[in-house]
């Protein structure tokens, strides 16, 4: 119980009493100085309740801890609160940067995406749940309480909040969602079938962020509902290398060239798909990213993982194909 909860009790145990009292003695003056005080002082408790209670889910103060690896969300009577489970303490959300419209808003999904951040969805119903694993993006350019998704820095407690327009109506896989040291994949369930997407990138930078406190995004359309080719699976490493693979089992390949300047970015991506071209199991979706970068199954059924020059780095040799995932590094 918290002590708003107990002084909101008190005050109307006081209150009850006094009319029953007064009531009894047929003392009607003092009954309605009573009524008027009482009225006056809970319109004035709830006036500053408001500047009470929500400072604390608003902001990550890093004033107070040194990092942000071990964040979970709590809960204090039902009411939704970021914890270091490492200090053992209470996140209080008031010194972080970062585009948020509405500081009462509280912290209701959180999934640790790789060693830089972590995705977290803020809402204004401190019961709103994502259990599904579903988001769906509402139109926030017309109404004001959407939820939003954004990402939580570990290193900097720094909030980047990303909303996309053309996702408005759409459902998004949150166990899916990929992040880099610079871009996040959003992928986008198909209209038509739920284990088919689209996807969705977004490039930042985290320099020009520092510096100015203003999020620089530039997106990119990997393939999409546009032109109805939408893919089964994708992997984009931390080097901007993006494999994805359609549901006929066709491998594409490439990577993303990304520079910022000031407020301006520019971005280009080039084609590769011959790296995997031939790779019998690739197309059948042996591959996945594994600590920013891209691991699959070759076609001697070896463990091997993509370097940044697009060469393919042995491992080692795969016992069990069906647990293959299970022999990736540690």
Known sequence: MTIITLISIIFILIFSASIIFFVIKKRQVYLFATVTIFVIGGIFFAINLGNVY???FNGVNMDDIE???????????D???LYDS??????????FRGDVKHPNQYP?????????FYLIIFSFDSNQSYDSGYFRQSDYERYSDCDYLALLNKETGDILRFQIYESIGYKIDLSLVQATTNSVSIPMVSMHEINLYFIFTLFFDLDHFAATDQVVFNHEFITGAFDD???AQYALSNNNQMIYRYADGTVMYGFYQVAFSNNSSYISYNDRNEVFEDELYVSQGYFTLHEGMIYFVNNDLELCYLSESNQKIYVADISNLELWLNQLPN
């Open 54 to 56: 929500p400072q604390e």
């Open 67 to 77: 990092s942000l690896d071990s964040v979970v969300i709590q809960y204090d009577d």
């Open 79 to 81: 009411i939704p609160y």
């Open 86 to 95: 490492i200090d053992n303490q209470r996140l209080v959300l008031t010194d």
């Open 108 to 116: 209701v999904y959180l999934r640790d995406l790789n060693e830089t």
């Open 229 to 231: 080719t939408y893919i």
